[in-house]
């Protein structure tokens, strides 16, 4: 019989979320952080805002699993 420490597959589910949101935040950062003339900075960090608050509720999810299976659900893994 396989155990999975729970408290581990919540830690590796934590790191595959910073590195997805990472990823998403990418084009956003290159536009604030190079401050590229003609392209809203505003509306840039809007979508930052909204990625947070995304993923913020997916580390919600992950904290409140119960099983990894529960974890793969918030993943979307199969």
């Given at each position: 019989m396989i155990t999975i420490n729970l408290e581990k597959a919540?830690?590796?589910a934590h790191d595959k979320r910073r590195a997805k949101r990472a990823e998403e935040?990418?084009?956003y950062d290159e536009v604030i952080?190079?401050?590229i003339p003609g392209v809203d900075a505003v509306e840039a960090e809007?979508?930052?805002?909204?990625?947070?608050?995304?993923?913020a509720a997916i580390q919600n999810d992950?904290?409140?699993a119960?099983?990894?299976e529960e974890i793969?659900?918030?993943?979307g893994i199969e």
């Open positions: 919540k830690a590796i935040f990418a084009p952080m190079k401050q809007a979508k930052r805002q909204e990625i947070r608050d995304k993923y992950i904290d409140a119960e099983s990894p793969k659900a918030v993943l």
